[in-house]
C-alpha cells in the first residue's frame, strides 16, 4: 500500500489516509472513508484543494473486502454482517440464541495479526439484535496471502462462532424435598422463575416429588413424556455424588451420565445426563439464588439444543469463579 497527496477533484473512489476536520475541530471525513463525488463537492466548499489517499498494490486486498471475507466464513446460524467504517464487520443476532466459540481456532486466528476477531464468551446468551462479535483488519489493505490463510484455516476447521437459535423451548423441573416436593416448589419456584424469564422463558412445566429413588424416577418419566428440551431437578438437599437418590433415579430410567463436577463456582456439585437426548441437569444450591452461577453457563447451549459434553463441562474453569 502506498500514500500519496493528490487534487481533491480526481480523488473519486480513492481512500483517505487520514481523516479530515475543519479549522474549528470538526470531523468532516474519516480515515478509510472511500471518497464519492458529493464528498469532493463538500471538500471544495470547505476551501480544501489536496488529500491524503492511499493506492492498493498488487497483492494487497481493501480492509472493507478483507473483513467482509473473513465475517462471511467464520460465523454460522442466526448472524447477520453489518460493515462499518474503517475496516471493520460486526456480527449481530437474528433472533435469542446460543452462542458457540471456538476458542482454540480464534486465537490462532488473531495470532496471524492481519485480522482480529473479538466474541462473546462460549455458551453465551444472544438477544436479537445484539452485537456478539466484531472482525478488525489492519489499517487500509491486507496482504491477499494472509488473507487466504486465514480463510482457509477456518475452511477447514469449521466456524469459530455459532449462533444456535432458542425457539420456543420447553423447559421442565422437579422440585424434591425428603419430606415433602411442594417444600422445595416453595422455596425455589421464585427464582427458577427470575432465571427464565432472563432467558426469555415465560414459563415451564413442573412436578414436586418426595425425594427417594422411586418417586424422582417417576417425577422424570413424566416430565420426558412431554418432550421437553431440558429438565432442572430442584433439591433442598446436596447430592454427595452420582450414587445418590437424584443420580440412582436418573440411572434407574436410562438416563447416561455425562458429568459430575463442574469447575464452576457457585455450582460445582454438578450433576448432569440424557435421556433419548434430552439433557437432566441437577445442580444443589443453584436454585436458592438468582446470582449467576453453572445453570446460567449451560442452559443457553441446552436451550438451542446443543449436546453439551462432560468435556465441555470440564473447560468452564477458566472464568468460572462466578462469585
Not at 488529500?51 to 454460522?76: F, K
Not at 466456524?159 to 422455596?187: E, F
Not at 418432550?227 to 443420580?247: E, Q
Not at 444443589?284 to 465441555?312: I, M
Request: proline share 5%; charged share 20%.
Amino acid at each position: 500500500m502506498t500514500t500519496e497527496t493528490i487534487d481533491v477533484k480526481i480523488s473519486t473512489g480513492r481512500v483517505l489516509c487520514t481523516t479530515i476536520f475543519k479549522p474549528g475541530g470538526k470531523k468532516l471525513l474519516s480515515k478509510g472513508h472511500q471518497i464519492n463525488d458529493e464528498d469532493i463537492k463538500m471538500l471544495a466548499v470547505e476551501g480544501m484543494d489536496m488529500v491524503g489517499v492511499t493506492r492498493l498494490e498488487e497483492g494487497e486486498v481493501s480492509e472493507d473486502e478483507a473483513v467482509l471475507a473473513v465475517a462471511q466464513e467464520m460465523a454460522r446460524g442466526a448472524l447477520e454482517i453489518r460493515i462499518a467504517a474503517g475496516g471493520r464487520a460486526n456480527l449481530f443476532a437474528t433472533q435469542n440464541c446460543a452462542l458457540l466459540v471456538d476458542d482454540d481456532l480464534l486465537k490462532q486466528i488473531n495470532n496471524a495479526a492481519a485480522i482480529v476477531i473479538a466474541t462473546v464468551t462460549n455458551f453465551s446468551y444472544g438477544l436479537k439484535d445484539q452485537r456478539v462479535a466484531t472482525i478488525k483488519s489492519a489499517p487500509f489493505a491486507v496482504d491477499r496471502a494472509q488473507l487466504e490463510a486465514i480463510v482457509n484455516m477456518i475452511q477447514e476447521r469449521g466456524p469459530i462462532l455459532q449462533a444456535r437459535p432458542i425457539d420456543k423451548p420447553r423447559v421442565g423441573v422437579i422440585y424434591s424435598d425428603a419430606m415433602q416436593g411442594n417444600r422445595a416448589r416453595q422455596l425455589f419456584s421464585c427464582v427458577v422463575r427470575q432465571r427464565l424469564e432472563r432467558l426469555n422463558i415465560p414459563s415451564c412445566f413442573s412436578i414436586g416429588v418426595t425425594e427417594d429413588v422411586a418417586s424422582v424416577a417417576k417425577g422424570l418419566e413424566q416430565l420426558l413424556a412431554s418432550r421437553p428440551t431440558v429438565i432442572m431437578i430442584a433439591s433442598t438437599t446436596a447430592p454427595a455424588g452420582p450414587d445418590d437418590v437424584i443420580g440412582m433415579a436418573m440411572r434407574s430410567i436410562g438416563c447416561t451420565m455425562e458429568r459430575f463436577l463442574a469447575p464452576v463456582e457457585p455450582g460445582n456439585l454438578l450433576l448432569m445426563g440424557y435421556k433419548d437426548g434430552i439433557p437432566v441437569i441437577s445442580a444443589p444450591g443453584c436454585f436458592r439464588s438468582a446470582k449467576p452461577n453453572v445453570l446460567d453457563l449451560l442452559l443457553p447451549p441446552l436451550l438451542s439444543q446443543y449436546p453439551v459434553s462432560g468435556w465441555e463441562v470440564a473447560c468452564l474453569g477458566h472464568g468460572g469463579l462466578l462469585s
